[in-house]
């Protein structure tokens, strides 16, 4: 059972313009989410995180928006770059229990054309 | 430089052949986990550790046994390996197991059995 989705495989944006990258998640549990960035021959990186008690996270180009009653979180960059393009990983983690792990999604490719 | 490292890079091996991947962290990190990134499947998490000799299954536990006898250190062991265990694992640490904090990954061991 997949909790944490990323539907888009690849997703391809022109430089300057806005990409937008959606994740859904399944279990109610769930009340921290992260994003990571992960180049080819690299380890992931982080990104940029967002608490279930907040709706959007801002970091430079980078913002995050969580909707709780969808279940649905997103990730917008804003102006895409070339160096952007990157495979990005969507994870949540429950904060309650003695569970600690890390659920990934699939992850989206994107691609910033020049 | 703080950061997770792992050996070795790249291996090539056959069917049953007893081989261990090292994974160790400068950062004095309590957390410790291991993935698997597959094709189509995303990051899926194999076994976790929240300190010395305390280690947890993850999603995809079977096939591997890992041990955490030092803090900075995490090795993953497969004691016989099969083909379907080919893939690209990354070791990564956190300060704690809580979701909000971020993971490190180390750059990623490539294998291959035969």
């Known amino acids: 059972d997949q909790q944490v989705k990323q539907n888009s495989p690849s997703l391809s944006v022109q430089e300057g313009r806005i990409s937008i990258l959606n994740c859904d998640y399944t279990?109610?549990?769930?009340?921290?989410f992260l994003w990571y960035k992960k180049y080819p021959a690299e380890g992931p990186t982080f990104l940029i995180s967002i608490s279930s008690i907040k709706d959007k996270n801002e970091d430079g180009r980078f913002t995050v928006f969580l909707n709780k009653s969808a279940k649905h979180l997103s990730l917008h960059i804003v102006p895409s770059q070339p160096g952007d393009s990157a495979v990005y990983f969507c994870a949540a983690s429950a904060s309650g229990g003695s569970n600690y792990k890390l659920t990934f999604g699939k992850g989206t490719l994107l691609t910033v054309n020049p | 430089e703080a950061q997770v490292t792992q050996n070795p890079r790249y291996l090539i091996t056959v069917t049953g052949k007893k081989l261990t991947v090292t994974c160790s962290q400068n950062m004095n990190h309590e957390y410790m986990s291991w993935y698997r990134q597959d094709p189509g499947l995303g990051l899926r998490q194999i076994y976790y550790s929240m300190n010395v000799e305390v280690t947890d299954k993850g999603d995809v536990p079977e096939g591997y046994k890992v041990s955490r006898k030092e803090k900075r250190n995490f090795p993953l062991i497969l004691e016989s390996p099969s083909p379907n265990q080919t893939s690209l694992y990354f070791c990564?640490?956190?300060?704690?197991?809580?979701?909000?904090?971020?993971?490190?990954f180390g750059p990623g061991t490539r294998l291959t059995v035969l």
């Open positions: 279990n109610s549990m769930f009340d921290y």
């Open positions: 990564a640490s956190s300060l704690s197991p809580l979701g909000y904090n971020e993971q490190f």
